[in-house]
C-alpha cells in the first residue's frame, strides 16, 4: 500500500511557474512508476507526464504541456515532482499524482492503483 500526499499548488499569473511534489509513504515508492494526472472543472481527469521506476525515462502527454512541465523524482526522499513553467490559464486544474505497478508506461487512469488527494493550480490571465 502506497500513500500519495501532493503539494505545491497555488494561484499565479500567466507565464509563472510553480513545482509540485508529491511525498509516498512506504518503503517501496522506487516499485512504482509515477505519474501527473490534472482534472479541470467539469472535464474528464488527462494524463499530464509519467516517470519511470528509475527517473531514467519520461513520457509526456502530447504537445498541451512537453517542453513546459517536467516530472522528476527522487527515490531517496519518496517524492516525485512537476516543475510547471510558462503556466497557461488552461492550465487550471486539480493536479494528481498517482503510482502504477505496471512495467510499461501508461496514460490511462485506470492502470494507476494509488493516488493522492490532489493540489489545486489556479493561473490567472
Known amino acids: 500500500q502506497v500513500q500519495l500526499v501532493e503539494s505545491g499548488g497555488g494561484l499565479v499569473q500567466t507565464g509563472g511557474s510553480l513545482r509540485l511534489s508529491c511525498a509516498a509513504s512506504g518503503r517501496t515508492f522506487s516499485s512504482y512508476d509515477m505519474g501527473w494526472f490534472r482534472q479541470a472543472p467539469g472535464k474528464e481527469r488527462e494524463f499530464v507526464a509519467a516517470?519511470?521506476?528509475?527517473?531514467?525515462?519520461?513520457?509526456y502527454a502530447a504537445d498541451s504541456v512537453k517542453g513546459r512541465f517536467t516530472i522528476s523524482r527522487d527515490n531517496a526522499k519518496n517524492t516525485v515532482y512537476l516543475q510547471m513553467n510558462s503556466l497557461k490559464p488552461e492550465d487550471t486544474a486539480v493536479y494528481y499524482c498517482?503510482?502504477?505497478?505496471?512495467?510499461?508506461?501508461?496514460?490511462?487512469?485506470?492502470?494507476?492503483?494509488?493516488w493522492g488527494q490532489g493540489t489545486q493550480v489556479t493561473v490567472s490571465s
Open positions: 498517482a503510482g502504477s505497478r505496471l512495467y510499461r508506461f501508461t496514460a490511462v487512469r485506470d492502470e494507476y492503483d494509488y
Open positions: 516517470i519511470s521506476r528509475s527517473g531514467g525515462d519520461t513520457y
